[in-house]
C-alpha cells in the first residue's frame, strides 16, 4: 500500500523538515504583524466556481456530500479566507493582516514541483487602499525567503502592473470581452512560440512585445519600487510586464517569485484584488494578498543545502544502568517533563551502550544515568557533544533544567 499519486507521506525527517519551514513563516510573518487563522479544509463547490468558472471543476476534488450538497476540498484558501472576512468584516479594525498555513488539493497531473496537494503560505491584508500596503506585502513575500537564508543570489521577485494591460487595452479599443484572453497570452508568452503568442495578441503584437523589452511607465510600479528602495531591498526586484497571474480577480500590482536559476517553477504569487470580495461575497473591501508553496521551496531549499533535515532534540535521555532503578528513574523523568523538558528512555530493560546509541539517535542533548548514585541524592551528567561525565546532585539537576527553559 502506497499514498494516492501526487500525495506525500510525511515520515519524522520530512516531518522535520515541513516543521521547518512552517516556524520559519510564522517567525517571519508575524514579525511583520500578521496574525493566523485557519478555515476547512471542504468547502461548498460555488464558492470557488463563482470566483473562477465552471471550467475549474476539472482541476477539483469534489463531489456530492452526504446532505446532497455540491462540496470540494479548497484548491487554494483566498475564496475561504474572503467569506471569512464578509461574515465578520464589521467586527474588526482595518487594515486586516491575516496569515494561514493551509493544505490545499487540486486534481493536477503530478510533475516536477506540482504535486495534487501541497501546504502554502498565505498573508493576506484587507481594507487598505494605499500602495503602503503592497510594499508591505512584498517585503514580507521577500524577508519570508530571507529568512531560510535565500539571498538576491538565489531568487528574485517579478512585479508587473495588471492594472496598466487593463488601461492598455481600453486605449487600444479591446472589447471588455476579450480582455481575459489577451491577459492570459500575455502570461504564457514565456511558456508558448513566440508565434503562437503573437496570433494569440493580433494586432496589439508589436505594441506589447516593445513593452516587454523595453517596459512602460506605471505610476504605480514607481510607487512600489521607490518603497522597497527604502527597504533596501532593490536587488530582490525585477520589473516584468509579462507578469500578469492567470487567475482574474487580480486588479492592481502582480508579482511572483522565481529562482535566480531558472530551474524551478515560480516559487510564490500574489497581488493585488481589490474587487473579489464584493464580487464574491457583496462586501466592497479592497484586498490583496500571496501564496507560497512548500513543493517548490523546498526543492530549491534542498539545492541550496538549506533545508534543515533535524528532528526536535531532546534535552535528556535517562539511561537506567539497572532494573531495579527503573521506579526511581520514572520519578525524575516526571519531575524534568512537568518542567517543560523533553526527555525520552528505554521503555524495555537494555545495555548502557544500546541506551546510549538511542540517546545519540535521538538527537538528545545529554544523558542522565541512573545507577547506585542515586541512593546519594545524585546522577551522572554525561553531555553528547563533548563527552564529559559529571556526578550532580538531583537538586542541582532540576535547577538547572529550569534555568534553561
Known sequence: MQALNGFRDFYPEAFAQRAFIFETWRRVASGYGFVEYDGPPLEPLDLFTKKS?????????NFIDKGERPVTLRPEMTPTF???VAARHRDFKKPLKWMALPQVFRYERPQKGRLREHYQLNCDIVGEESLSADIELIACLIDVLRGFGLS????????SDRQFWIDFLIENG????????????????E????EVTREKLGPLAEKIEKIFTEGAAS?????VMNGLKGMGLEDYIQVDFRIVRGLAYYTGIVFEAFDRSGEFRAIAGGGRYDSLLKNLCDVALPALGFGLGDVVLSELLKSKGLLSQKSAQLDYYVAIADESYRDRAFGLIHQLRDQGCKVDYALNSQKLVKQFEAA?????????I???????GAVLLKTIATRDQIKISLIDLLQISVNEK
Open 219 to 223: 505610476e504605480r510600479i514607481s510607487t
Open 370 to 376: 541512573v545507577d547506585a548514585t542515586i541512593d546519594e
Open 360 to 368: 545519540e539517535s535521538r538527537g538528545a542533548v545529554k544523558v542522565i
Open 53 to 61: 468558472g465552471e471550467e475549474i471543476v476539472g482541476q477539483l476534488y
Open 152 to 159: 538576491s543570489k538565489d531568487f528574485v521577485v517579478r512585479m
Open 191 to 194: 511558456r508558448e512560440k513566440p
Open 174 to 189: 479591446v472589447p471588455e470581452s476579450e480582455w481575459y484572453s489577451k491577459l492570459q497570452a500575455i502570461d504564457k508568452s
Open 82 to 84: 474572503a467569506r471569512m
